[in-house]
């Protein structure tokens, strides 16, 4: 036992998600010291270091502890509404014919872009507080409704900001490349080069994100032009990921595996020589079901190639005003497993280890083990799945972040 250690958990059963281990690497009756921000120590409960400690103790009685919840992708700063927009695809209006009369990406970035940092910031924290009580402890904040240099810079300063109010890590993306804005209609690859060439690097400048995204499709960026935006991204010292082959195969996930990309995300029309890549790369796939729910699509990704070629999986909220409004990780899990096929353990790890891989944090956050980040979860539960199939309770009665205590609210 670390002589530094000062609170420790003990009778646990630690899901650690080591991978050599099965069950999500569970440890039965287990303690857990933390000195400063660092998990200090684990340990069988019985063991002679855990009864002399002198220290704080609580005592778990039973209960599971998780890492923190990662959320790997959102796009969780916007203005606006697009509700609706929903109401006019029930009854049958197609996306063209919405987003002729105003709707779509293009409606958000103009309500985006009408506010200003601070009413981007409260407009924002509702939905933050809402992944938090989940048990969220990182979250992946992109840009990408702004699409001027201003406008996406106000986008990750917001971000930023938001992480500075709340008890969470925000690991902040640069999404230029979401959709070509109205200003630049027929002139994609000049809107590509004004990221390339103004908007990349006055965000590394300034160090306001961690990676660049596309989107990767007929209805966005061209496989050319994303590979453009990846080299100026990698120039830059930015990491790279990308929303790829969600509406069909355009070998998006192949660029970001040949770019060493932290992730590929969607991947609904992914093929065998995409995953495969993947593999290789040691790249990430990130799916994202509530996307796939809100837009009743019918294309499913390919969970058992990605499984044979041995991808890690990473689940996710997506965030977003028009295709997944919604705050809720662990909804996210649940739809994975009824929607996907996933298991339980797939989807616990895919917002743990899994997600930590997918924003370059595998180092200090997903799993937990001596030495990383003290940012863990008490979970009032008898068998982890209960974590994935009884949505809507509140069974978390202890979230650590960085060994502060938070309870998370009602």
Known sequence: MDPDATHLWIHANLLTFDRAKPHCGLLKDHALAVRGDTIAAILPTDSPEVRAFKGKITDCRGKFITPGFIDCHTHLVWGGSRALEWEMRLSGVPYAEIAKRGGGILSTVRSTRSMTEEQLVEASLPRLEALIREGVTCVEIKSGYGLTLEDELKMLRVARRLGERLPIEVSPTLLAAHAVPPEFAGRTDDYVSLIQHEIIPAVAKERLADAVDVFCETIAFTHEQCHRIFASARMNGLAVKGHVDQLSNSRGAEL??????????????????????????????????????????????????????????????????????????????????????????????GVTREAAWALGRADRLGTLEVGKQADFLVWDVTHPAEIVCQLGTNIIPERVFRERTCQPQT
């Not at 060493?260 to 593999?279: I, K, M, P, T």
């Not at 058992?304 to 965030?319: K, Q, S, W, Y």
Request: charged residues 15%.
């Open 256 to 349: 970001v595996a040949w770019h060493n990309g932290w992730s590929a995300d969607h991947l609904e029309y992914l093929d065998d020589a995409g995953a495969l890549a993947l593999a290789k790369a040691g790249t990430v796939a990130v799916l994202l079901p509530g996307a796939y729910y809100f837009l009743r699509e019918k294309q499913k990704p390919p969970v058992e190639a990605l499984r044979a070629a041995g991808v890690p999986i990473a689940v996710a909220t997506d965030l977003n005003p028009g295709t997944s409004p919604f705050a809720s990780i662990r909804l996210a899990m649940n739809m994975g497993c009824v929607l996907y096929g996933l298991t339980t353990d797939e989807v616990l790890a």
